[in-house]
């Protein structure tokens, strides 16, 4: 029954190339169009679903070999990347769990964007995403888990900027994309120190050298997973994208954030058990920041007043216990958790639109007077705990400068040296230069009539005052005196950009970078 | 206390004063400001009664080493050549505060940095060290700038800014050159005038040259000398009028004075360089004379004349003989009393019409007759008419410098042709031709300016008049210079 693996992945994926190739070449249109590209979405995500269960029900029955070879997709030297998946264990519970939950929400979709202008955007992505989601839980090896968890997170991508007509939209969803891209490059630093220590990318190949490997090599294999499992399940300090990201519509949010993908994270912690047990280090920090990202939306929670943030912070308290657990070693209730709590978001918010109408009037719940006695806490959990503007302070404004500079860099040196086709430099740009050529225009002027000889003599000595007219205004007055003011000038100024570029803390983070990677490759 | 001393402090006290009194009183602070720029007057002219001609040392000599260490000393004192531009300085400054009623914002620090200015100019022809010499020179440009940049015309920041550039730079070289001869002094040998120069006579002279390089550079900004000049028309043409009296009148004789102070130390380089600073003094004189006939902004063409003039001081003292070089003082107070009294007249006119191009003015004699009187007298002194002072400057320079290099003089005839060629044409264009509507409503001089004019021309035309009294107070002292230089380049 092994081959079953293969339709999992594979129905949503011919879904959404139907859905996407019938909204590019005009097929599916108008309120006939919302219903077929529905229904394909609908159906395939159906059949997925019951070749999930049918491959469960297999793998209970024993029927299973534990992994299914579809073939090679890259042979470069000693490292091949075969096409495989796992058909057996944790993996097939949670994508027979998720299928089933992302038919829910398939289901549930097609009337909630009923009419809304991006209806098949939405069931083109619905599919993609959930195609990529059975790859990442399935596939055999890191670049298959990567290349879905990539397209996971593309996904995510479209469906927060789903109404990319408002600003705000567009911003979150891209600010919550550049957070996971932070996760991201550890999953790639990941690989490719298993590949350069273990000599392989294979799950099961990988664990089963998890003995072999020093205690070290593991340590830093384990990590630099942990940390995109990390961002990816919005632990601290990673966790505000997730409140950015409820700026989708409600299914997405549910399959996204409630139930499927924010999963993901604590998924690829469990699926590399073996390694991360031989971690104590690891281990300490699944604990930290489990218990930490646990209080802080804990604390955080107690002060939204919008469901969905409510929720939201729910969400990753319930993840940091589960990063806990893992940390702790209690795997199996790490499980049983993240499959329950799939279950259990899932319907929340997926009905919490409804909840809104239902408990309307109702008087809020004031926070307990242990909180709103220590102000400070109340403050910091409002201001939940200013990670965003911290972030903001730390990273984005540094990078934002640096690009401005080479950016400045690019327009003033580059520009220039290559023959830039819009010459801004020989144009007028102030004011200031608008009257001193006006002046000199009008003084020109006066002088022409001004000055001028009659007879030999008068002609020879207009002629002389000309020619030395024009070497003091050249060269005495324009040469020496004003442009030596000019380039003084220019100069002061060059030096006090260099001297505020120097104090810039950019710039030193740079330098240390650019030291280490110099020392690294000596 | 020494007589020069108490002249220096004179305007001290009057800033002093003028910091302790509130700064609301216009016309108190006016009052103070002119009884001690009287008062230094006073005594300068004092200094001129009791000065015994016939003897050209060094007079009223006073000494306080302030710096043991390099054995600097607060050396004061006075000789033929520094004593009328003393007197020029104190009346220049009194004039140019008569002039300066007009200004009406920040009165205060305005007499402030006017009353600094005086004592940094007398300090500079006071000093007889060269250190002290040094400080006063550069005490001088931070009022100016102050002024300049503060009460200005429209371009005030950039010619502020270029004017103390210029000058600063200038003073490196001298400082430089300065430095190189301490170099030969003995051991705390001091920096004394005389010293020195005795010193700098005992350099080799290759170095000399370079020295002399240097202090022509200094110098020759403040003159200034023909490429050196650009700092000039701007300052000149954005600097208030009262100012700019100060500016052409006596900062200008500073760079010429310590020239003449140079070519005594140095003579043997000095004649090395004659043939080109001849050269330079004779192309700077046409060449400021041509542009200052090209000018049709007034203030402009008086600060090209300026260049014109200064090259004549130039001529004289490259003649290093005793007629050249009577000239070359002669024209300094000469130029001093003229182009004071052109930028006063000039600046009174611009405060009546607020235009400075000639092109707007005509028919002027028929508002304004006085004004045009001492302008006319005045502008007639600029060319050198005879019967003026500037006649009796350029007749010393002429004969001084045929003596020296023969009929390369006519060159100089050509530059006096082009003077009283822009000369004559200003007195047509301002006072004859059709009446202008706008200018029929100006107001003659009032009776302070008319002080401040009438003492001016009064000078000019005694002097040139009679000359003997100028002649004899700096002869003394220009025979013993001559001496010296002849005995030491033969």
Same mark, same amino acid.
């Given at each position: 029954m092994d081959v079953l693996v293969i339709f999992i992945p594979l129905f949503p994926f011919i879904a959404a190339i139907i859905i996407g190739f019938g909204y590019f070449s005009s097929q599916v249109m108008g309120l006939r169009g919302e219903l077929s590209s529905s229904d394909v979405a609908r159906n395939a995500i159906y059949l997925s679903s019951v070749s999930a269960i049918l491959l469960l029900i297999a793998d209970l029955a024993g029927e299973n070999s534990g992994s299914k070879m579809v073939g090679q997709w890259l042979d470069s030297g000693n490292f091949v990347v075969n096409l495989n998946f796992i058909t057996t264990g944790f993996n097939v519970v949670v994508a027979a769990l998720f299928s089933v939950i992302l038919v829910i929400i398939t289901v549930f979709s097609k009337n909630y964007v009923h009419y809304e202008p991006g209806f098949r955007r939405f069931f083109f992505v619905l599919s993609l995403f959930s195609s990529s989601m059975f790859l990442l839980i399935l596939s055999g090896n890191a670049i298959g888990t990567f290349i879905g968890w990539e397209l996971a997170g593309l996904c995510s991508y479209l469906l927060i900027s789903y !109404?990319?007509?408002?600003p705000v939209a567009v911003i979150n969803a891209t600010r919550v994309f550049v957070t996971n891209r932070i996760g991201d490059t550890g999953f790639i630093l990941g690989m490719a120190l298993s590949f350069y220590f273990a000599g392989t990318v294979d799950w099961t190949s990988l664990n089963g050298m998890a003995e072999t490997l020093s205690t070290p090599t593991v340590t830093v294999i384990s990590l630099c997973f942990v940390v995109a499992a990390m961002a990816k399940s919005a632990?601290? /300090? %990673?966790? /505000?994208w997730l409140a950015r990201a409820m700026e989708g519509p409600t299914p997405s949010s549910a399959v996204f954030y409630g139930s499927v993908m924010i999963h993901s994270g604590v998924f690829l912690v469990i699926l590399l058990q073996p390694i991360i047990d031989k971690a104590p280090f690891t281990m300490g920090l699944l604990v930290i920041v489990g218990l930490a990202t646990a209080i802080y939306s804990y604390l955080v929670g107690l002060t939204q007043t919008d469901v969905k943030s409510s929720l939201c912070f729910a969400i990753t308290g319930q993840l940091g216990l589960m990063f806990l657990e893992c940390g702790l070693g209690l795997w199996e209730l790490a499980m049983w958790h993240m499959c329950a709590h799939a279950i259990v978001r899932c319907f929340q918010v997926l009905t919490a639109p409804s909840l809104i109408k239902n408990v309307n009037g109702n008087p809020m719940k004031p926070a307990s007077p242990f909180f709103t006695n220590r102000r400070w806490l109340y403050i910091a959990s409002i201001q939940r705990f200013w990670l965003d503007p911290i972030t903001d302070r730390t990273l984005v404004r540094p990078v934002y400068g640096l690009g401005h500079d080479l950016d400045r860099f690019d327009k003033n040196i580059i520009d220039r040296a290559m023959g830039? /086709?819009? !010459? !801004? %430099?020989?144009? &007028?740009?102030?004011l200031t230069q608008i009257e001193n050529e006006a002046r000199r225009k009008r003084v020109d002027e006066i002088q022409m009539e001004f000055v001028r000889g009659k007879g030999i003599v008068g002609k020879l000595l207009e002629w002389v005052a000309n020619i030395m007219s024009w070497f003091e205004e050249r060269?005495?007055?324009?040469? &020496?005196g004003m442009d030596l003011v000019t380039i003084g000038r220019n100069l002061g100024h060059a030096a006090n950009m260099f001297e505020l570029l120097l104090l810039k803390p950019r710039y030193l983070v740079l330098f240390v970078f650019i030291v280490l990677m110099l020392a690294a490759s000596i | 206390m020494g007589i020069l001393s108490t002249l220096l402090l004179t305007p001290f006290l009057g800033i002093l004063v003028l910091t302790l009194?509130? #700064? #609301?009183?216009t016309s108190q602070i006016r009052f103070i400001a002119n009884s001690f720029a009287t008062v230094a007057f006073l005594f300068s002219c004092w200094l001129v009664a009791d000065y015994n001609q016939l003897y050209g040392e060094i007079q009223y000599y006073e000494q306080f080493i302030y710096n043991p260490a390099f054995n600097s000393a607060f050396a004061l004192g006075v000789d033929g050549v520094s004593l009328p531009m003393i007197v020029l300085a104190s009346l220049l400054t009194l004039i140019a505060l008569l002039a300066s009623f007009s200004i009406v914002h920040n009165v205060k620090s305005y007499y402030i940095s006017v009353l600094l200015l005086e004592l940094g100019m007398l300090g500079v022809f006071l000093s007889q060290d060269w250190s002290l010499f040094y400080i006063f020179w550069e005490l001088t440009l931070i009022p100016l700038f102050i002024l300049i940049a503060r009460w200005g015309g429209v371009r005030r920041g950039a010619a502020s800014i270029n004017f103390v550039l210029y000058t600063m730079g200038g003073s490196i070289f001298m400082l430089i050159s300065l430095m190189a001869i301490s170099q030969y002094m003995p051991e705390h040998g001091g920096t004394l005038m005389a010293d020195m120069t005795e010193a700098a006579r005992s350099m080799p002279r290759n170095e000399q040259l370079w020295v002399l390089m240097g202090f022509l550079i200094g110098f020759g900004v403040k003159m200034p000398v023909f490429p050196l000049h650009g700092w000039l028309p701007l300052a000149h043409v954005e600097a208030p009028s009262p100012v700019s009296i100060l500016l052409s009148g006596i900062l200008l004789k500073m760079g010429a004075y310590g020239l003449i102070r140079v070519v005594v130390m140095l003579p043997e380089a000095t004649l090395v360089f004659q043939p080109y600073l001849m050269f330079i003094a004779l192309f700077g004189m046409i060449y400021g004379g041509v542009l200052a006939w090209r000018q049709s902004d007034l203030k402009a063409m008086v600060a090209y004349s300026s260049v014109s003039h200064m090259g004549i001081v130039l001529l004289g003292i490259a003649t290093l003989n005793f007629t050249g070089i009577t000239g070359a003082v002669l024209q300094m107070t000469a130029h001093g009393l003229v182009a004071g009294a052109l930028f006063l007249l000039v600046g009174l006119l611009y405060e009546r019409t607020h235009t400075r191009n000639i092109l707007d003015y005509s028919s002027l004699v028929q508002v304004m007759p006085r004004f045009a009187f001492f302008m006319t007298i005045t502008l007639f002194a600029a060319m050198g008419m005879p019967g003026t002072v500037g006649f009796v400057a350029e007749i010393h320079a002429v004969i001084g410098g045929y003596q020296q290099w023969g009929n390369l003089m006519l060159f100089l005839g050509l530059s006096i042709l082009v003077s009283a060629a822009y000369a004559m044409r200003t007195v047509g264009m301002l006072f004859t031709g059709p009446v202008k509507p706008q200018m029929r409503e100006i107001e003659d001089l009032k009776l302070y300016e008319l002080t401040a004019a009438v003492i001016l021309i009064a000078a000019i035309v005694l002097l040139g008049l009679w000359p003997t009294p100028l002649i004899d107070l700096s002869v003394a002292t220009i025979t013993q210079m001559n001496d010296f230089i002849s005995q030491s380049i033969q």
């Open positions: !109404s990319y007509e408002r632990q601290l /300090p %990673f966790s /505000p830039d /086709p819009v !010459s !801004s %430099f020989t144009a &007028i740009s102030s060269l005495v007055l324009r040469g &020496i | 009194i509130p #700064g #609301g009183n």
